[in-house]
C-alpha cells in the first residue's frame, strides 16, 4: 500500500507535466506574476521524480525463477540495467538550465513526459487490488478522450495564432475565455457535431480535414470500446446462471458442455471420474476483454486456468512485453501455483489476454475441500505437479553461435555403437581385431567342414588331401592377407587359413565380407553402418 500510495504521487506530477507543459507552450498563461508559482509545482515534480529514481525504484524487489530477490544490490542492478531507468533518467535530463539563456520556456520540460512508465505502473497495480476495476478502466479511459481533446485545443490555438487571430473566422477570434473556447473548438470537430465555420485557406483545410479523419477514427474505437466493456462486465456468466439451478441440473448441464474440456487436461487425467464430476460444479467461467490481465508477475498463485474459447499470451523478457507462447483453448496454467508444490506459488510471468477469452478458474479452496474425499486422486495429482515442476525447472542447453560461415559445413555425425565395438582393440591398429573375427569365424566354419570331409574320405577310402594341390583364385587371393596378419605381430595360424580353404573344397563356395557407412534416408539418423557377406562360387 505504501509503494502504490507513492505511485499515485509520481504519477499525479506525470499529470502535471502532460497537461501543463503543452498549455504554457501554446497559450500565453505563463507570465510574470504566477511564474513563481509554476516553477514552485515544476521544481517539486523534479524532486518526486529524482526520489522515485534513487529510494523507490532501487529497493523494488522482483521474481526472479519463482522466487522473490530482496537483496539490496541485486534490486539495484535488476533497476539500473532496465529500460525503464533509461527512461527514468532521460526524464530528469535538465535542460531548464538553458532558461538562464532563453528564458522560462515551458518547451525545455518536455522530456518530462518521458515518466509514462510509472503511470502505467500504477493504473496495473490500482486494478489488481480493485474489486470493481472495471468502473476504474472507465474512469481512465474518459480521462484518456478528455486529454486527447486538450491537446487539439492546444494545436488549434496554435493554429490561430499561426494564421492570425481573428484573422478568418475559422480562426479563434480573441473573444471570451481563449482556453474553453478552443476546448469547444475541438470537441465539436472530433466529435463531429458540425455547425462550425468553414476554413478559409490551404491550412485551414488541411488542419480541419486532419482533425475530422481523427476524431472518427479516435472517438470511434474508444467509445465502442466502452460500451463492449459495460455490456459485458454487466452479463452474467455462466457459473451464477447454473447456481441458481438444482445441483443434478447443474451437474447434467455441466457434464453435457465442460466435461469433453476437463477431461482432456493432462493433470486431470487418471482421477477418479467422481472427482471430475465434482470439479464442474466448482469450475467458475469468466470472460476476459482484449489487453486484460488474467494474472501478474509476482502474485501468490490461488487459482488455476483452463481456456474454454480464446486465447492468452503469457509475456516475459527483461521489460514484461516479449510474447513468450500463445495459449489457445483446451491449454491449461496456473495448476502448479494451485497445488503450492515446492514454493512454487508465485506467478513467473504476466498472461494477457489476445482477444476476447472465456476461461474456468478453479480456485485452490475449492479443489482442497473435493481431494478431501479422494485421497488417491490428491497424491495422483500432487504427483504430477512435481513432475511438472522438474520438469519446467530442467536447464536447456546454451545455443551454440556459429561464427563466419560455419554454419554451412554441417557438423559430423558420431560414430555408431557397432562401428565402435568392431574398431575397439587391445591392439594400436583399429582394424586387426575385425580381422580376427572374420578368421575366427572362418576357422569354426573350417574345422567343422573339415571334420565332414574327414568322415567322407574314411568311408570312401579316399585321401584327404586329394585336392590339395587346386587352389582356387578367391584363395591366392587371401595369401596378402595371411602375410599382413603375421606381420603385424597377430594370432593369426596358417590353419585358419588351410582351414578356409578346405571349407571353398568341401562346399565350393567363399565367403567375402564388406563393410559400408552410408547416410541415413531419414534426417537427423546420422550414418548407417552395413555388414554384408556374399558368398560366390569359385572357379575350379
Request: some cysteine; aromatic content about 10%.
Amino acid at each position: 500500500p505504501i509503494y502504490l500510495f507513492w505511485l499515485l504521487v509520481v504519477a499525479l506530477s506525470f499529470n502535471w507535466n502532460c497537461w501543463f507543459i503543452p498549455l504554457r507552450i501554446v497559450f500565453p498563461v505563463q507570465e510574470l506574476d504566477n511564474l513563481l508559482y509554476f516553477l514552485i509545482v515544476d521544481y517539486t515534480c523534479d524532486i518526486c521524480y529524482l526520489l522515485d529514481i534513487f529510494v523507490f525504484q532501487p529497493r523494488l524487489q522482483f521474481i526472479k525463477g519463482g522466487d522473490i530477490v530482496t537483496e539490496r544490490k541485486q534490486t539495484k542492478k535488476n533497476y539500473w540495467e532496465s529500460a525503464k531507468f533509461r527512461l527514468d533518467a532521460a526524464s530528469v535530463i535538465p535542460f531548464d538550465l538553458l532558461y538562464i539563456i532563453f528564458g522560462c520556456k515551458p518547451l525545455f520540460r518536455l522530456n518530462r513526459m518521458l515518466k509514462y512508465g510509472t503511470f502505467f505502473e500504477f493504473n496495473d497495480r490500482l486494478e489488481a487490488v480493485l474489486k470493481r476495476a472495471y468502473i476504474y478502466r472507465v474512469i481512465r479511459t474518459t480521462g484518456y478522450l478528455l486529454f486527447i481533446l486538450h491537446l487539439n485545443a492546444c494545436v488549434y490555438y496554435w493554429a490561430s495564432a499561426y494564421e492570425g487571430i481573428g484573422s478568418t473566422k475559422w480562426v479563434y477570434d480573441g473573444n471570451g475565455n481563449m482556453y474553453l473556447r478552443c476546448y469547444y473548438f475541438a470537441v465539436r470537430t472530433l466529435i463531429t457535431i458540425g455547425g462550425l465555420a468553414e476554413p478559409q485557406t490551404l491550412f485551414e483545410i488541411l488542419f480541419q480535414l486532419l482533425n475530422y479523419f481523427s476524431g472518427v477514427f479516435v472517438f470511434s474505437s474508444l467509445i465502442g470500446q466502452v460500451k463492449d466493456r459495460k455490456l459485458l462486465e454487466s452479463r452474467p456468466y455462466e457459473s451464477e446462471l447454473l447456481e441458481e439451478m438444482p445441483t443434478k441440473m447443474q451437474l447434467a448441464i455441466a457434464m453435457d458442455v465442460n466435461l469433453a474440456i476437463v477431461s482432456n487436461v493432462e493433470l486431470f487425467k487418471g482421477c477418479d471420474n467422481q472427482m471430475i464430476h465434482d470439479l464442474l460444479l466448482k469450475l467458475k467461467s469468466t470472460v476476459y476483454l482484449p489487453g486484460d490481465f488474467v494474472c501478474k508477475k509476482g502474485e501468490i498463485g490461488r487459482e488455476m486456468y483452463i481456456i474454454k474459447q480464446g486465447a492468452v499470451q503469457v509475456l516475459g523478457g527483461p521489460d514484461d512485453r516479449k510474447i513468450l507462447v500463445t495459449l489457445k483453448a483446451g491449454a491449461v496454467f496456473g495448476e502448479i501455483s494451485l497445488l503450492a508444490v515446492g514454493g512454487g506459488n508465485r506467478r513467473t510471468a504476466n498472461v494477457v489476454a489476445h482477444g476476447f477469452a472465456n476461461l474456468f478458474i478453479l480456485d485452490k479452496k475449492s479443489l482442497g475441500e473435493i481431494l478431501v474425499h479422494y485421497p488417491d486422486s490428491k497424491k495422483l495429482l500432487t504427483k504430477k505437479a512435481k513432475k511438472l515442476l522438474k520438469d519446467k525447472g530442467k536447464p536447456t542447453a546454451p545455443a551454440v553461435v556459429q561464427k563466419g560461415f560455419t554454419h554451412l559445413i554441417p557438423t559430423k555425425e558420431g560414430t555408431p555403437r557397432l562401428l565402435k565395438n568392431l574398431m575397439s582393440s587391445t591392439s594400436h591398429k583399429p582394424g586387426f581385431r575385425f580381422l580376427n573375427i572374420i578368421k575366427q569365424r572362418r576357422a569354426m566354419e573350417g574345422k567343422s567342414v573339415d571334420n565332414t570331409a574327414k568322415a567322407a574320405a574314411d568311408k570312401n577310402d579316399m585321401p584327404l588331401n586329394q585336392g590339395e594341390p587346386e587352389k582356387s583364385e578367391n584363395l591366392k587371393a587371401q595369401e596378402p592377407c595371411k602375410q599382413a596378419l603375421h606381420s603385424q605381430g597377430g594370432e593369426g595360424k596358417m590353419d585358419n587359413v588351410t582351414s578356409s580353404k578346405t571349407d571353398v573344397q568341401a562346399e565350393g563356395k567363399n565367403k567375402s565380407y564388406i563393410i559400408t557407412m552410408s547416410p541415413s534416408a531419414k534426417a537427423g539418423e546420422g550414418e548407417v553402418l552395413t555388414v554384408e557377406v556374399r558368398e560366390t562360387e569359385n572357379k575350379t
